[in-house]
Each structure stands twice: as C-alpha cells, then as structure tokens.
C-alpha cells in the first residue's frame, strides 16, 4: 500500500527539512499543492531544493514547471479543465468521476473517505454507496489507475482502506499536524507494510 503525502497548503518552516527526512525514509511521490501561489513562486520555491528530490514530486498544475523541471508529473484537481501534456493523476470526488477516469490516468486520488482532519466539516455523504465503489475498485484491470484514498486517513485507518480497495493513501493532516511529521509517516509507512504482508500472507 502506497503513502502519499501532501504539501502544506502555505508557507511552513518545517516543509523543507522535513521533506528531506520524507525521502531518505523511502516516501516516492510528494505531492507540491499550493493553491494560492502563482507559477513564479512555485518555481522558486521548487528551485530551493535539491535536483535529486524533483523525479518524486508531483505538481498540482503549472504543467509546464512539471516538464521544465523534470518533475515527477502534474495532478489535475477535479473539475479542472485539461491541459497540453500527460497530466500523471486527477482527484475525484464522486464515483461516476471514478469510473470515467479510470483508463486515462496513472494514479486517481479519491475522497474523502473519513471525515477530514484539515477541513472541519468536510466529509462522505452519510449515503455513500461504499460497497459500490469496492466492486469497482476490485474490477479493474492492471492497465487501469492506481487508486489512491484522501480524507481524513490515519494509521489506524489504513485496514479500512485496504479493505475499501484502494492502492495506497494520500495524507496530509495526519502528517503535518503532528510534532513531528517524519515520525508521523514512519509511522503510516510501517502500519501500511504489515498491511502488505498481511495480504501476502492470505
């Protein structure tokens, strides 16, 4: 099960250092979301850090800074119009969105799936068809999306996921609301490899 982790929306001290931490304990995709920063800005900041880090970051738009970087890729948020190039990932948000997009993307982040931990109020309808969403999850072919889960996850959430269907888990309050954001994912990563092994084992 993979984690992926999700910048701070706004300008935070503990983004860059703890990014480094991020990666040296194996995180490979780092999504760079900053709505309310216009493409100059992004690419400043992007230009602060290492040459090494960018084949794991992921930009939410300014697809151009994505391929003159030589990023990892760009995200489409849902509802967004598309774009010239091959954005890697798009969110989702409803299920006929999800089955629509599955053969077009590498990667679909799909939410929220618990109530969110950054933005009170923000939660699944209280009639969603979860069971639906499982039979399509658990229908697709190889060639199809990579579907990853936002909203609200936790360690403590990660079996529910599994058990939804979902590839992996997109975090970002789980991570940036903690003390200590390294140890936060550490701990993430560690509930999501028992979870790997587990399945192996059955």
Partial sequence: MRIVVISPEAADPREVPALEG???????????????WPAAQVEAWLRTLPVTWRPRLVLHGHAALATQLGLAGTHVRDGAEEFLGSPLGR???????LRRRLGSYATLIFGPVF????????????DFPWAELTATLAARTRAQARVIAI????????????ALGFDGAAVLGAVWGAPDPVQAYASLSAAAARLERSSHAA
Avoid at 22 to 36: E, F, N, Q, S, T
Avoid at 91 to 97: A, I, K, Q
Avoid at 152 to 162: E, F, H, M, N, S
Wanted: charged share 15%; with cysteine.
């Fill in 22 to 36: 991020l990666l040296a304990a194996g995180l490979d995709r780092y999504h760079v979301r900053k709505p309310a």
């Fill in 91 to 97: 969110s989702c948000h409803d299920l006929p969105t």
């Fill in 115 to 126: 109530p969110s931990l950054t933005k009170p109020g923000y939660a699944p309808a209280p």
């Fill in 151 to 162: 909203g609200g996850v936790t360690a403590a959430r990660l079996p529910r996921c599994a």
